[in-house]
């Protein structure tokens, strides 16, 4: 129990906000756009699975530039 005390909660905790925001930014962006550079099912499981670089990588190389 005094390891869960240890670690440092106010730098993780805003991380991972972020993470999760950003995730779920990019699902629904995903989600309503028509052409993306790759199957879709597979830009869901680098989004999800990569966590926040997945969330990145899906923004710069994911979406089609028309």
């Known amino acids: 129990m005094g ?3 240890s670690i440092p909660w106010a730098l ?10 950003l995730m779920i930014i990019a ?3 995903l ?15 680098v989004i999800i699975f990569g966590n926040l670089l997945g ?5 710069i190389a994911g979406r089609k530039q028309s």
């Open 31 to 45: 989600s309503k756009i028509h052409a993306t550079n790759g199957p879709k099912w597979l830009w869901v499981i």
């Open 55 to 59: 969330s990145i990588v899906y923004f």
């Open 27 to 29: 699902l629904i962006d």
């Open 3 to 5: 390891e869960l005390q």
């Open 12 to 21: 993780i905790a805003p991380l991972f906000i972020v993470q999760l925001i």
